[in-house]
């Protein structure tokens, strides 16, 4: 199976995140591409000014049989990053799609909960079928790694079941 992982990271924690998923697919035998979305005028989470350099276009999700999309929680919803990249797709008619995300408060109600449900609906419009997400808390930096590797985990499950 071919699953493309279109990520927003701003610490690295959501780009760690991402690195673990697909480490944990190629191990299982899916061909996984990761792309790193850039942008240029993002100067604060509030930031609305800037572009995204180098967004897959539907051409390009159209290659994928899975898509994953994951980006930080910045002010208790999902990153305007992902979320305006989200909101410029439109290619995943009949896909399975899964968001995630990572965050820095120890609670997923203050603010994963919120941006895997954004997320979540924006795949929906995009005619995907939207698989529950996972969130990742980073606390002062750092990230629990069995919950990491558990969330890895549940990943790998749901996106691995027939098309």
Not at 27 to 42: A, K, N, P, S
Not at 62 to 82: C, T
Not at 131 to 152: H, M
Request: glycine content about 8%; hydrophobic content about 45%; some cysteine.
């Amino acid at each position: 199976m071919k699953i493309g992982i279109i990520v927003h990271s701003q610490s690295g924690h959501t780009a760690a995140f991402a690195k673990a998923i697909a480490a944990k697919c190629s191990e299982r035998g899916h061909d996984v591409d990761t792309i790193l979305l850039m942008t240029t005028g993002l100067s604060r989470p509030s930031s609305r000014r800037f572009t995204i350099s180098n967004a897959p276009g539907d051409a390009e999700l159209a290659q994928f049989d899975r898509v994953l999309v994951g980006g930080p929680v910045w002010a208790f919803k999902a990153s305007p990053v992902i979320m305006k990249y989200l909101s410029s797709i439109g290619a995943l008619k009949g896909k399975k799609a899964l968001a995630f995300v990572t965050m820095g408060f120890p609670w997923k109600a203050l603010g994963a909960s919120r941006a895997l449900y954004s997320m979540s609906k924006k795949l929906e419009l995009s005619d995907a079928e939207a698989l529950p997400g996972e969130a990742v808390r980073y606390l002062f930096g750092k990230s629990n790694k069995k919950q990491l590797d558990a969330a890895v985990e549940r990943i790998c499950a749901r996106i691995a079941s027939p098309v």
